[in-house]
């Protein structure tokens, strides 16, 4: 999984200090790749070696890019007024979003940090069938509120589940996408709780990235209570054997814009 190419290595020690697996010793002043079998191939002994020696074998690399802080390095006061300033959009135009922002967002995700660097997630990306599963997740919801009673955790939104329902078959409003020209859903393994952080922190950062291109966001969590309810759901949508949905998020460009930030409730903290 890593090689370190010895005619480089100085035997600095580094990668030794920096391993979180602990998989590089050091040993009679020689530096060696000594147990793979606890590596996460996390790349940093090769990010961070100054000679360049050590390399990951599993991964393409040509992704490999040396980087001077100005190239990555964002202004702390901007990237603040960003997470300010985000809306949650409801509202889009009728533009597509060019492939190119769709790849940048997507890369966005695959690029966040996942537990153990397991790289689990999926994307699965709603456009040609978009309005088809529309469909059927509205119509699902609307049956399974209906069967709700003042017992069930859900009731308070039944109505409203209930109502879009009907104005969708009435009027064609969607309050499920909200007309967004894409959908993009995220997928990791059933069962496994730290995939759901990962791809809670995966659409944080496709959501901001997202946002800093002019585009807008919003995640819809009704859609994976449809996918956790609903087998033919998940089979639609290529749902693979133990995989869950962990969410689901529109995007486009937002047919709405906003002049200023919104209030928040104050800084709920405690220092121990």
């Excluded at 890369?107 to 088809?132: C, D, F, K, M, W």
Aim: with cysteine.
């Amino acid at each position: 999984m890593i090689e370190i190419d010895k005619e480089l290595c100085t035997d600095c020690g580094w990668c030794v200090t920096d391993c979180p697996g602990n998989c590089i010793i050091k040993r009679d002043g020689e530096v060696f790749f000594k147990y793979p079998d606890f590596c996460i191939e996390c790349g940093h002994c090769a990010a961070g070696c100054p000679v360049e020696a050590v390399s990951v074998l599993n991964y393409s690399h040509d992704e490999i890019w040396n980087l001077a802080p100005e190239d990555y390095v964002v202004d702390p006061e901007k990237l603040q007024n960003l997470f300010r300033f985000r809306r949650s959009v409801r509202i889009y135009r009728k533009q597509e979003v060019e492939p190119e922002k769709l790849e940048a967002v997507l890369q966005a995700g695959r690029y966040s940090p996942t537990g153990g660097n397991r790289q689990g997630l999926r994307y699965i990306v709603l456009r040609g069938q978009l309005e088809e599963i529309k469909i059927k997740v509205i119509t699902f919801l609307n049956e399974m509120a209906g069967s709700w009673d003042e017992n069930n955790i859900l009731y308070g939104y039944k109505e409203k589940l209930m109502d879009n329902y009907r104005k969708f078959l009435s009027k064609g409003v969607d309050r499920l996408f909200y007309k967004a020209p894409l959908v993009i859903i995220i997928a990791g393994t059933e069962g496994l709780p730290g995939e759901i952080i990962d791809g809670a922190l995966a659409a944080s950062r496709m959501e901001l990235l997202a946002s800093a291109m002019g585009l807008g966001v919003c995640f819809i969590g009704f859609f994976k209570f449809a996918a956790d309810m609903d087998p033919s759901l998940t089979e639609k949508i290529g749902l693979q054997k133990k995989e869950q949905v962990i969410l689901a998020m529109t995007l486009g460009y937002p047919g709405v814009k906003y002049f200023r930030t919104v209030n928040r409730k104050a800084l709920n903290v405690t220092y121990l």
